[in-house]
């Protein structure tokens, strides 16, 4: 696997502080869309069912961490594949209004689910797209973005013919198996979460650039 490029480095305890302080800055919407997910959840099962207020403030936290990195500051346009009940894409289009979102699931009923939250929450930067993320026809190139929903040889085999130009991915600290098969030159940048609070544990963010 010579053509990938694998570095690893540790997320500072400050870039979790500026995570925290934007969900302080944005507590009121933030705290509506943790109202609907809660509700939403309770009927269709979007995170698990008996999950806590607090655990979901925790995936809120973690959806916004993405912001701290060098390839969203930059992206104008975002699209979140497997976004389930919208994380971490409606954190991200809350806190950040300038750019625009797609949310992408391949289950209906959890498009329905965020279209609903998203109307609700009066968000006007997001577009919710039904069906398997292979299928989506981007107008523009985008930064790809997912949360725990796919292994990184797939989501790469069913994306690599779509203008995306980096991704970040929600992963745990081991990978390397699932950079089998990925014929592309790539630079993947594994940041270990582990120096933050305890949910972080074995965690990491994943930042695969086209080289
Ligand atoms: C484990 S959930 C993660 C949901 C969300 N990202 C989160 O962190 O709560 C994985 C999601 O990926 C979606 N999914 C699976 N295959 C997909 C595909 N080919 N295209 C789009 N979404 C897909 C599932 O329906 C599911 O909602």
Known sequence: ??????????V?????????QLYSKHRKTLGNYLDHLLWWNKRINLISRNVSR????H???????LSQFEAFFSAQVVLDAGSGGGLPGIPLAITHPKKRFTLNDIVSKKCMAMKQMVQRLGLQNVTISDGSVEQIKPDHSFLLISKHAFKINELYAMTS??????????????IKEELQGIKESLSIHRYDLSKGPDFYA??????ISRE
Do not use: C, I, Q
């Open 161 to 174: 013919h779509l203008p995306w130009e980096s991704m970040v991915l929600y992963k745990g600290m081991d």
């Open 59 to 65: 995936h809120l936290l973690h959806s916004l961490l």
């Open 54 to 57: 607090e655990t979901v403030k």
């Open 12 to 20: 500072s305890r400050e870039t979790f502080e500026n995570s925290r």
């Open 202 to 207: 074995g965690k990491a963010l994943v930042v």
């Open 1 to 10: 696997m010579e053509h990938l490029t694998l570095t690893t480095s540790n």
